[in-house]
């Protein structure tokens, strides 16, 4: 008999995206017995979740990745400074004020001498403006470097297994899978960069002449790259989902009965790190736009799976993703690493929680794989994926609330 072939498609989201990638990769591991995020069939990651796919498609296994990008406790060159991502573009900057000059001289002649509108001349000086305003080369480097160890490489040819990193040729619109035959002779590192390179926060990059940006801009995830390798199961991760503000999640539910309880105790209660929205309208532009981006892409990434399971019905398609009523994954800055800790530990304690929920779905469909959904290791409410910080007398008095809670609902059911 056969080996199961599996595979995983990691989707994009920024910073906020590869932190929860990691949270819910260490939780998944950790409770399906045989999975091996370092030995899928193949990978195919998009924008952030290029980076992580590169990564585990090297050896590195989510656990290193979470030392590296989340605690910052590995050696380096594995151990990732956020700073790499916030330097700003300065080449792009020279390059787009020498042009500077010339264009203002064509503008007042249009103007002055040719009678052109103003307007005209104004829209003409928008090509002084920078494609990017932070540059992702030093993160490259860096990249360059830790692929360069022992037992890792920067070569998709010298891969053990399949990866795919998707971007969007700029000039064309192309989607372009570096790593597939054509495109593999491109290093993995300058890959990741292409595909997670956003516009408008980081110019597009240049190879082999061409200019590369975002994968996502195609599609969410590319997944038939791998479906048509004839994979027993996918697993897929995608990092954004539009919030459902009219919903409470049964997280919340808990953390206001444990309110309501402390509050009958005499207990100080501790308050949320994100109070619940009610109405996205009132959080201004950024809300709106955040949730109009979120919906655009999760429907495109909705529409993609059900026609994955009509093209490749012997494939079992399994997605993770965040709960929609969740406000704290919501709330968090897409491109802020500051919270990392918190927010990866939030998807860790998500993702364990997802499992619980879905066991009796879920199960069946991993043992056709050849895995085991470990009911005992998720029963744990102990599990952490990060140390636990000193607790509070008021942070303990909750979690003892909590855990009655917990004890209580299981003698209801």
């Known amino acids: 008999m056969s080996q199961p072939k599996i595979g995983l498609a990691l989707a994009g989201g920024g910073p906020l995206g590869a932190i929860y990638e990691v949270g819910a990769l260490c939780a998944l591991e950790e409770a399906v017995d045989g999975l091996d995020f370092t030995a899928c069939d193949g990978y195919i990651g998009v924008s952030a979740g290029g980076f992580i796919a590169a990564g585990l498609a090297n050896g590195m296994t989510p656990r290193q990745l979470c030392a590296a990008f989340i605690e910052n406790t590995a050696e380096a060159p594995d151990r990732f400074d956020p700073a790499e991502l916030l330097q700003p573009a300065w ?82 619109g192309d989607a372009i899978p570096f790593g597939t035959e054509g495109w593999d002779h491109v290093p993995i590192s300058q890959a990741v960069q292409a595909s997670a390179a956003l516009p408008g926060l980081f110019p597009p990059v240049e190879i082999d002449g061409r200019h590369y940006v975002d994968g996502a801009l195609k599609k969410t995830l590319h997944a038939s790259v791998l479906l048509d390798r004839g994979l027993d199961l996918l697993i897929c991760l995608n990092p954004l989902v539009p919030y459902e503000s ?41 809300l709106v736009l955040s949730q109009t981006f979120r919906s655009l892409i999760h429907s495109r990434l909705a529409l993609g799976l059900k026609g994955y399971e009509l093209t490749h019905p012997q494939t079992d398609i399994l997605l993770f993703e965040p709960d929609p009523r969740d406000a704290e994954l919501f709330m968090a800055n897409t491109f802020s690493y500051r919270q990392r800790r918190h927010l990866a530990e939030h998807a860790y304690q998500a993702t364990r929680e997802l499992l619980r929920e879905r066991a009796a779905v879920l199960k069946p469909q991993f043992e056709r794989a050849g895995l085991t959904l470990r009911e005992d290791v998720l029963a744990s409410r102990e599990a952490r994926l990060l140390p636990a910080p000193q607790e509070t007398r008021i942070e303990q008095a909750l979690r003892e609330l909590r855990s009655s809670l917990t004890v209580l609902e299981a003698r209801a059911r």
């Open 91 to 172: 080449a792009e900057f020279g390059e787009r004020l020498r042009l500077l000059p010339g264009l203002l001289a064509d503008a007042a002649r249009e103007v002055l001498l040719e009678g052109r509108s103003v307007l005209g001349a104004i829209e003409r000086l928008g090509r002084v403006l920078p494609t990017g305003l932070l540059s992702s080369e030093r993160f490259g480097e860096a990249l360059t470097q830790v692929f360069a160890l022992p037992g890792r490489t920067n070569d998709f040819r010298e891969l053990k297994h399949r990866l795919v990193l998707v971007a969007t040729d700029l000039d064309s």
């Open 246 to 286: 009219n919903r409470m999640s049964p997280r919340d539910a808990r953390s206001r009965r444990a309110k309501k309880l402390a509050s009958k105790l005499g207990r100080p209660a501790v308050k949320a790190l994100q109070p619940r929205i009610h109405r996205l309208v009132d959080g201004g532009l950024p």
